[in-house]
């Protein structure tokens, strides 16, 4: 395997030789273009690829991968970048793969309602590819505009809108993949059922390019959502959150529930120069997306909100009364992400039960606050799918390196509340290297041993992203 140990003018004639066995691949040792393409969304790693690779096809992929297994070269499937546990880092002399080139819509079924594209897709393209067949792609989030759909297969994201139309996987009708032994599998061909033995189509999904690159991707698209309404609730406490949900989802169709702080508002406003979002400062919010077919919908919902407002679990509120108010709204929750990230936050992405999130939460706050009273740490998440997004803001005079070293031993407290909840130490942004340490408080010895059988199978010589995940 190369490694960093190898000198510069190894990775070089390693280069040469791939460009002369491969002469049409496009390959960049730019400077830029490695230090880009090596790393994603973190920033703790120094990325230190030794070249970046645009393949066009998938018969390009396999001669790269068939290549790679020759020489023993590590290989990182790279997307969009946008992930958030590095699993895209290229940080060892690894050849990154960058699906860039792979951007083709290839081809639309009306009758199936099937969309097959490349991987290099993003996310956006996609949803604007359904829009203009007139129907809808649910899977959405902050990052979509760069992520590319081949980085969501590979994570299994999840978004915003989980609620109503389930993970990245419930959407995934064909992939084609080529393994680290460079065979391609075309899994699954867009069926609904196949009742044929295992579905390797899901082991790939969340497999985060540790057992082969996924270059084709067909989706199931949905129809239209019908209008919808967003409401925005200040809430007196993060125990009040439950009754919230309860008795809106009793009300009508929930697309999306999500939570957040008022230390987030803050950071918010702060960023974008927005002015708080309801008269009252309250302790924690709830947004909430619903479909708004005919104006009962809304009747049903506002019946809702005012039997919280009267129960006392609601203390302001706000309901959209345009699509430019419901995006405004959203904006709230939609930025945090971005707003803090000049502080390097040390993220966490955690799920339970949704009938433990609340007491998990508080409980989790609370240990936090004993434990590392010096750091500011923001919550927010999509509390109705019990995943909860911890931010831990970054001193500003502590170093980038100092703070990583204190905010593993953090993570090692948040996860031992996980294990005890019995919940995920990653809900929706996959292992990377940042949680691979702690993988053992989700997954039995037994589980993570069939794990590294199930490598061995799909890429026997570990060229496909090593070190990441298991
Ligand atoms: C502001 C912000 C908000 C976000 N919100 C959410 C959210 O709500 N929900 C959520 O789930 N995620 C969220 N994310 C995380 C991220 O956007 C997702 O994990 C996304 O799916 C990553 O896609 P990508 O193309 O950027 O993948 P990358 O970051 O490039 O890669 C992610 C992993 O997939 C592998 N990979 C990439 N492409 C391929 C391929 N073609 N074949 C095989 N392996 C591949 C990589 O090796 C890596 O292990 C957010 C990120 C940001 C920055």
Redesign the pocket.
């Given at each position: 395997m190369t490694t960093s140990s190898q000198s510069k003018s190894n990775f070089n004639t390693r280069v040469k030789d791939l460009q002369n066995q491969l002469p049409d691949l496009l390959i960049s040792e730019d400077v830029d273009d490695l230090k880009n393409y090596g790393r994603?969304?973190t920033r703790f790693i120094e990325p230190k690829p030794c070249a970046v690779v645009f393949p066009r096809s998938t018969e390009e992929v396999q001669s790269l991968v068939r290549w790679a297994k020759d020489k023993q070269q590590a290989l990182?499937?790279?997307?969009?970048?946008?992930?958030?546990?590095g699993?895209?880092v290229a940080a060892d002399g690894e050849l990154v793969v960058s699906?860039d080139k792979m951007r083709n819509i290839i081809s639309f079924n009306a009758d199936d309602r099937l969309l097959h594209v490349q991987?290099?897709v993003t996310t956006a393209a996609v949803h604007a590819a359904a829009v203009e067949q007139g129907l809808f792609y649910p899977v959405d989030?902050?990052?979509s505009g760069?992520?590319?759909i081949?980085?969501?297969?590979?994570?299994n994201?999840?978004?915003?809108r989980v609620l109503r139309y389930g993970l990245?996987r419930e959407q995934v009708r064909g992939l084609t993949v080529v393994t680290g032994t460079g065979e391609r599998l075309d899994l699954n061909q867009g069926l609904i059922k196949n009742a044929t033995g295992y579905d390797l189509r899901h082991l790939m999904i969340g497999?985060?390019?540790?057992l082969?690159?996924?270059?084709e991707v067909t989706l199931a698209l949905v129809s239209p959502p019908p209008p919808l309404g967003v409401m925005l609730l200040g809430l007196t406490g993060i125990g009040d959150i439950m009754p919230v949900f309860n008795a809106c989802r009793h009300a009508g169709r929930l697309t999306a529930f999500e939570f957040f702080t008022q230390a987030c508002v803050e950071q918010v406003c702060a960023a974008h120069g927005l002015k708080a979002p309801l008269d009252e400062v309250c302790d924690c919010y709830v947004l909430l997306e619903f479909e708004q077919a005919t104006e009962a919908d809304e009747a049903q919902m506002l019946a809702a909100f005012e039997q919280v407002l009267e129960a006392g679990y609601v203390i302001d509120g706000v309901l959209s009364q345009s699509d430019s108010q419901a995006e405004e709204l959203w904006r709230y929750r939609e930025w945090i992400?971005?707003s803090i990230s000049h502080r390097t936050p040390y993220k966490n992405d955690v799920s339970v039960r949704i009938a433990q999130v609340t007491e998990f939460l508080q409980s989790l706050d609370q240990l936090v606050t004993e434990h590392y009273p010096e750091f500011e740490v923001l919550w927010y998440g999509?509390i109705g799918d019990g995943n909860l997004h911890m931010n831990v803001l970054r001193p500003e005079a502590m170093s980038v390196h100092d703070f990583h070293s204190h905010s593993e031993r953090l993570t090692d407290v948040v996860y031992g509340e996980v294990a005890r909840y019995k919940g995920s130490i990653s809900a929706?942004?996959?292992v990377?290297i940042l949680k691979k340490d702690w993988l053992h408080h989700s997954r039995s010895d037994a589980e993570r041993a069939l794990f590294m059988h199930i490598k061995q199978v799909f890429d026997p010589s570990g060229i496909m992203?090593p070190g990441?995940v298991i």
């Open positions: 994603d969304w990182v499937p790279s997307g969009g970048r946008t992930g958030l546990s699993g895209a699906l991987a290099g989030f902050a990052s760069s992520s590319q081949g980085g969501n297969v590979a994570t994201a999840g978004g915003i990245t497999s985060e390019g540790t082969g690159i996924i270059t992400s971005e999509h929706e942004h996959g990377g992203n990441k």
